[in-house]
């Protein structure tokens, strides 16, 4: 069966700091991956995509970058972290080509100070 | 635009009664698939049903059931018997239009059961 992580839970971040979110796939192949940020109570916003190793796109334009340096391992970067940037962030996948079933990871608590 | 709308933004019922969240949405395509998602307390984002379009019949989930309208582009969310458990956020979301590789998601409800 299929799993995604993430890591870390939690985080709490100075700003101007750097950031480093990590999120694997396990028991799948060549997933479409996907990064959302959430902010309390409110709805989810798409940030960046990649539906291969190397392939990203961007939804907002912001201080954050992704990267896939291998096949289910997508990275959230920021090389200077805002107060605005922080939030709850989710990653997901779903099978390649697919439209089925997007499915989430357990996300990561952001708070910068 | 391709929008997902839920006009609902709280909802509030006493446990054991019956709740129906709202969802429409706009798209092109004639065949296509659209879900409900959980979000409790802990934010984990969880599946709770998904309809495709082309079949007629509506899906059913245990204590979960969908209204889907398609002709009208609507898309509710039924929830029989309600739990304390099912206090969360609801999602409605569906793939954008002509091929796009992402889900567009509606703003959600916070549906609160109260004991």
């Known amino acids: 069966s299929q799993t995604i992580h993430q890591w870390p839970a939690t985080l709490v971040q100075p700003v101007g700091s750097p950031l480093s979110l990590e999120c694997t796939v396990e028991?799948?192949?060549?997933?479409?991956l996907y990064w959302y940020r959430q902010a309390a109570g409110r709805g989810l916003q798409l940030l960046f995509y990649?539906?291969?190793?190397?392939?990203i796109s961007s939804e907002v334009p912001q201080n954050l970058s992704a990267s896939r340096p291998q096949d289910r391992q997508f990275i959230l970067s920021s090389k200077k972290l805002l107060l605005s940037d922080s939030g709850f962030y989710l990653c997901?996948?779903?099978?390649?080509?697919?439209?089925?079933?997007?499915?989430f990871g357990p996300g990561t608590r952001l708070t910068v100070l | 635009a391709q929008t997902v709308t839920q006009s609902q933004p709280e909802m509030s019922v006493q446990e054991a009664e019956t709740v129906t969240l709202s969802c429409t949405y706009d798209?092109?395509?004639?065949?296509?698939?659209l879900f409900w998602y959980k979000q409790p307390p802990s934010r984990q984002m969880i599946l709770v049903i998904r309809?495709?379009?082309?079949?007629?019949q509506n899906a059913t989930e245990n204590r979960f059931s969908v209204n889907f309208q398609k002709a009208a582009k609507s898309f509710s969310l039924k929830i029989s018997d309600s739990q304390l458990g099912d206090t969360a956020m609801y999602f409605c979301?569906?793939?954008?239009?002509?091929?796009?590789?992402?889900?567009?998601f509606g703003q959600g409800t916070r549906l609160t059961i109260n004991p």
């Open positions: 997901a996948w779903t099978t390649s080509g697919s439209s089925d079933t997007q499915y």
């Open positions: 979301a569906r793939w954008g239009d002509q091929g796009a590789q992402k889900l567009v």
């Open positions: 028991g799948t192949s060549n997933p479409n």
């Open positions: 309809q495709e379009a082309y079949k007629q």
């Open positions: 990649s539906v291969g190793i190397g392939q």
């Open positions: 798209t092109s395509e004639s065949n296509y698939y």
